[in-house]
C-alpha cells in the first residue's frame, strides 16, 4: 500500500508542476440576507451544500468567524477562539497535559472529535492520529480568512465522518502585497508567554490571469506548570473518595497512592530504610489504624500536581504556498501547498512505579533489616503462587513505590504535516460548472519518552543478595556457589526501593529507559464534482450538484521494543500498525424551488442529498438528506433539514490491536456510598476484603486496562433534524436573528464494551452477578480489594442523544455625536449562544442513558474527552467602531453544573443521608470578561491588543476527577488568570 501512495504522489506532484501556480475555490460566508434591487450576484458554494446559488443562504445552520474576529481575540492557536462557540465542547488544547500530546482538537456537540469532519476549503484535510481526528494546529492561523461551522451530520455531502457537523477553514484568496504580522502574548504575572509572527506576500501574474501567495510563519509558546498557580499546588479530591472517607464530601488534599515509600501489598505495610512499618501509607485507606503511631509522611498521598503543565510549551512552523492561473476563460488551474511542523514537549510527576506478580528472594535481601525478612517469611509457606515453603523467596502481587530519583517523566510529540492539493475548475457554459481535484496529505507524529523506567529491569535489580566476596550483586550474576560471576548478567545493577530516596545512580541509570515510537498516516482523494441548472422553473433554476470521489486512508507504524512490548513503568505501551482502507463514491445533491413571490411565500424550496459509498472496510453505506426552506415574508426565513450520516470505523478502531492504559476508578464498593447488606456481601464475594467492608476507600484508584480494536465493526450511524429561523425585521435595521433547533441521535456508536473501564466497574455493581459481562471484564482484585487486570473489546453498542437550541443576535447601528472627529460611530452588539436540552450516553442496548446535560465530570461518558457539559453557554460582544479605532468588551457565559455523582446514574451517588448535595459538588455560573481593541494607525499599519480575563477570575476548583486535570477543567476555564496581548500588522 505505501508504494500505491509513493506512486500517486508523484502523479499529484507532476500535475502541480504542469498547472504551474494555481488557487483554491472560494467559498463564501453563509448568511442569510436579501439583496438589494439591482445588485448582482456571483454565485456562490456554501458550507453543507456544494450547489453554487445566487442567495447567501444554507439549509443547514451555519456560524461564521471571519479572520478579523479571530485576529482581535488574540489566540494564534485557533481552538482556543472556536471553542468559545456555543456548538462546540472543548477537547485537546493547550491546557491538555494528560491526556494531551500537543495536538488541539475540535469536538461539536460533545460527541468526540473523530465524529467532526474538518475541512480546508471545503477538501478533507489528513487526519493526525489513527482515530481519525485532526490536529488543527496543522492549519495556519494567519492564513485563515474565515471559518464556517456545520450543526449535524453532513455525510450525504462529505461523506463519513461529518457526524455532529462540519469545521470548514478558508484560506485567503487573491491576496496581493506584502503582509507582516507579529504578536506577543503574556498573563499579567508575566509568564506563560506566546510570540507570533508571519509573512504573507502575494501578486498577480500573466496580465491578472493568476495569482501567487506564500505564507510562513512562527509561533513559540512557552510552558507554566501548574504549581506556578494557587489552585495547582496540591492535588485535590472528594473526601468520599479520598483519605479521610467523610461524607458530606469536601474537597481535600489528595494526592497519589504510588508514594515515595515502598509499598508490597501482600504485607499492607510499607518501608523506610528497609524496615516494615505499618502505620505508613499503605495505598489502602483511611491506613491509620494506631492513634499512637509515629506521624504518617505522606497523610494524603503523593501530591504529583505541582510538576505538571498547566500550558504546554509548543514551538511550531508553517508554510504555505497557494495559487491559480486561469490556461482560458473556462479552465482554471489551481493549487495549494501546505507544511506545518509542531513540537510539544510534555511533563508529568516520576513514574508512579507498580511491579505486579513476581518472585522476589528476601531472605538474601542486603536492604531489608531482620524484622522485615521476619514479615516476609510470613508469607513463606507455599500456599498460593508460593513456590516452595521456606526457600527464602515469596510471591509479590504488586509493589508501588514512586521513583522521585528518577525526576519527572517527561515526553516529545513532534507531529510534521505536508498537503497538496491540485486541480483544475471552470464552467463548461453559463450554467454549467466543474471542479476536480487531487489531494494527498501525510502527517508524521514522532514520541519521545525520557526518564521512565524498565519493568524488566527493576524487577531483575529488585532480586539481590551478597556474594561470597561480600559485595551486594543481582542474584542474576551469582553462580551456584554464591561467587560473583562477571559473565553472568553483567550489566545488571542491585536496587533498593526499601526506603525513600534509597535508589542511587547507579540504580537508576540501570533501570532507566526511554522509548521512541513514530507513526505515519497518509491520505490520498480524488474527487471530481459538477454543478449546475438542468431546468428553469416557474419559482427558479432546479440546480443539481453531483460527483465521484476515490478515497485512500493509510497507516504504519514502528516503535521500539520497550514501547512495543510495554517494558515502561510510567508510560503506557504505545501501539503499531501498518493497515488501512479505501472507500469509492458517488453522490448527488438537488435545490427544487417550489414557489417564489407569491401571497405566503417569497421563497419555498426543497433541497436533497444522496450518497453512496463502498468501504473496504465496511462494505455499502447509503446517507442522504433532505431539507425544506420557507420565506413567508422577506423578514423571516424558516429553515428544517433531516440528514442520515455515517461513519465508518477509523484505522485504530479496525485495526489498532491491543493498547493499554491505566484510568482512574471510583469503586462503588466504597463504604461512603451506604451500601445494603446485600451490596456489601457482594462486593465480599467480589474480592473486597470482608473486614475493611465498613471502612472500605479508595484514594486515587487506577486500573490497568488493555483496549483491544476489532476488524469486525460497522458504520455508525446519525440522524439529525434541525429546524430554524433566520429573521431580519425590516423594522429594525441591523438586526439580524437566527434560532436553530437540533435533535441528533447517534447509534450503533463504536466504544468500549460498557462505555469505559468505569463503565463495567459500575456495571459489574449493579448486575450483582459475578458472571456477567461487566464481571468478567473487571474480575481481579488484589488482596487489598484493589481492582485490576480489566480486558475491554470495542463493539457497535452504544447510543448518544443530544438536544438543544443555538441562537445568535446582531444588531448594529449608527449614531451621531459619538464618533471620532467628524466620523459617525457605529455601536453593535452580538450574541452567540446555546441551551443544551438534553446530552444522553447508553453503554448498550438495555442500560440506563447517562445524562449529562448540565453535569461537570460526567462519568463514563465514553465520546467526550472533557465531562463539562453547561446548560447554558453564551457569548456577547458589545463593539464601538468609529474612523480607525474598534473597540470590544466581550462577556463569556458558562453556565451552574453539578457533579456527575448527582446525576442520574445510582452508582454514582454521594451525600450524606438527607440526600442534600454538599456545597462544593455544584459550581456556579461562570463570567469572564475581555477588551480588545484595534487602531488603523496609516493605510499600512494596524494596531491591535486586548486584555482577557479582565477580572482575573480563577477557575472553579474541581478535584481530580473524569476529565480534569490540574483540579479543574482547563479546557473550558481560563486557568493563567488575566493576559494581556499586543500585535502589529503591516501590509503594503
Known sequence: ??????????????????????????????????????????????????????????????????????????????????NELP???????????????????????????????????????????????????????????????????????????????????????????????????????????????????????????????????????????????????QALGDSAYCYTGTTPS???????????????????????????????????????????????????????????????????????????????????????????????????????????????NYADNPYLTDGSKALFATLDDGSGKDITAGDGTVFLSKVRRRLLENGPRLADSEFSSL??????????????????????????????????????????????????????????????????????DPSCVPVNIWGDDSMTEDMVAYTAQDSLARITYEQFIVEGIINGTIAELPAGDLGVAFGASYREENATGAQDWPSASGDLLGFNAQVGTDAGYHVSEVFGEVVIPILSDTAGAELLEASGALRYSDYSSVGSVWTYAGGLTWQPISDIRIRGQYQRAVRAPNINELFGGESQGFPSYRDPCNSANGLTPEQEAFCVAWGVPAGLIDTFSQGDSQTEVFFTSSPDLQEEVTDTFTLGAVIQPSAVEGLNVTIDYYNIKLSDAIGLFGGSAQGNINGCFASMDLNSQY??????????????????????????????????????????????????????????????????????????FLECAGIYACWNNPFALSGTSPEWKATTRFSYASGPFQFNIDWRYIGSMKSSDFSDDPTLQVGDDTGQVP???????????????????????????????????????????????????????????TRFYFGVTTRF
Open 419 to 488: 498537503r497538496i492539493v491540485t486541480g483544475l475548475k471552470g464552467d463548461v457554459d453559463d450554467n454549467w460548472n466543474y471542479d476536480v481535484s487531487v489531494n494527498y496529505g501525510r502527517v508524521v507524529n514522532s514520541n519521545a519518552l525520557f526518564n521512565d523506567a524498565s519493568s524488566s529491569r527493576f524487577i531483575n535489580g529488585l532480586n539481590a543478595g551478597v556474594a561470597n566476596d561480600g559485595s551486594v550483586r543481582c542474584l542474576s550474576q551469582l553462580d551456584p556457589d554464591g561467587n560473583y560471576d562477571t559473565s553472568l
Open 1 to 82: 500500500m505505501k508504494s500505491v501512495f509513493s506512486t500517486r504522489l508523484r502523479y499529484g506532484v507532476s500535475a502541480l508542476v504542469l498547472a504551474g501556480l494555481h488557487t483554491i475555490p472560494l467559498h463564501q460566508t453563509a448568511q442569510a440576507q436579501e439583496a438589494e434591487e439591482g445588485m448582482v450576484f456571483e454565485e456562490v458554494v456554501v458550507t453543507g451544500s456544494r450547489i453554487a446559488r445566487k442567495e447567501l443562504t444554507s439549509v443547514s445552520p451555519v456560524s461564521v468567524m471571519g479572520s478579523e474576529e479571530i485576529k482581535l481575540s488574540g489566540n494564534v492557536n485557533i481552538e482556543r477562539v472556536l
Open 250 to 360: 469536601v474537597l481535600e488534599p489528595c494526592g497519589s497512592s504510588r508514594v515515595p515509600s515502598t509499598f508490597a501489598d501482600n504485607l499492607g505495610v510499607s518501608f523506610v530504610n528497609g524496615e516494615a512499618t505499618p502505620n505508613i501509607f499503605t495505598g489502602n485507606v483511611p491506613a491509620w489504624t494506631d492513634p499512637d503511631a509515629p506521624a504518617d509522611p505522606y497523610p494524603f498521598g503523593y501530591n504529583y500536581m505541582p510538576v505538571n503543565y498547566l500550558q504546554l510549551p509548543q514551538e511550531r512552523f508553517s508554510a504555505a504556498a497557494l495559487g491559480h492561473y486561469d490556461i482560458n476563460e473556462h479552465v482554471t488551474a489551481y493549487a495549494e501547498i501546505s507544511f506545518v511542523q509542531h513540537n510539544t514537549p510534555q511533563q508529568l510527576a516520576p513514574t508512579p512505579a507498580e511491579i505486579k506478580n513476581f518472585h522476589f
Open 775 to 848: 464481571c468478567q471484564n473487571s474480575i481481579l482484585r488484589n488482596p487489598l480489594g484493589d481492582l485490576e487486570a480489566n480486558r475491554i473489546g470495542s463493539a457497535n453498542l452504544a447510543t448518544a442523544k443530544t438536544e438543544g437550541i443555538d441562537f445568535q443576535i446582531d444588531y448594529s447601528f449608527e449614531v451621531d455625536g459619538m464618533g471620532i472627529g467628524e466620523e459617525p460611530a457605529t455601536l453593535g452588539i452580538m450574541v452567540r449562544g446555546n441551551y443544551l436540552m438534553t446530552m444522553k450516553f447508553q453503554s448498550e442496548e438495555g442500560q440506563d
Open 919 to 977: 456545597e462544593n459538588q455544584e459550581i456556579g455560573a461562570w463570567n469572564y470578561f475581555d477588551l480588545s481593541m484595534s487602531y488603523q494607525a496609516t493605510d499600512n499599519v494596524n494596531i491591535y491588543g486586548g486584555v482577557e480575563n479582565i477580572f482575573d477570575k480563577k477557575p472553579p476548583l474541581i478535584g481530580e476527577l473524569y476529565g480534569i486535570q490540574n483540579n479543574t477543567d482547563p479546557s473550558t476555564y481560563d486557568t493563567l488568570g
Open 87 to 233: 456548538q462546540v465542547m472543548p477537547a485537546l488544547t493547550s491546557s491538555s497535559n494528560n491526556p494531551g500530546n500537543g495536538t488541539a482538537t475540535i469536538d461539536l456537540r460533545g460527541l468526540g472529535s473523530n465524529r467532526t469532519l474538518v475541512l480546508v476549503n471545503g477538501r478533507r484535510h489528513v487526519p493526525t492520529t489513527l482515530d481519525g481526528i485532526v490536529d488543527i494546529n496543522q492549519i495556519p492561523t494567519s492564513l485563515v480568512e474565515r471559518v464556517e461551522v456545520v450543526t449535524g451530520g453532513a455525510s450525504a455531502v462529505y461523506g463519513s465522518d461529518a457526524i455532529s457537523g462540519v469545521v470548514n477553514f478558508i484560506y485567503k484568496d487573491d491576496f496581493e502585497g506584502v503582509e507582516l504580522d507579529a504578536s506577543y502574548d503574556m498573563t499579567a504575572k508575566g509568564d506563560a508567554e506566546i510570540f507570533n509572527t508571519s509573512v504573507t506576500l502575494g501578486s498577480n501574474f500573466a496580465d491578472d490571469r493568476g495569482n501567487a501567495v506564500l505564507y510562513v510563519g512562527y509561533n513559540k509558546r512557552n510552558g507554566l506548570f501548574a504549581g506556578e498557580r494557587d489552585f495547582g499546588e
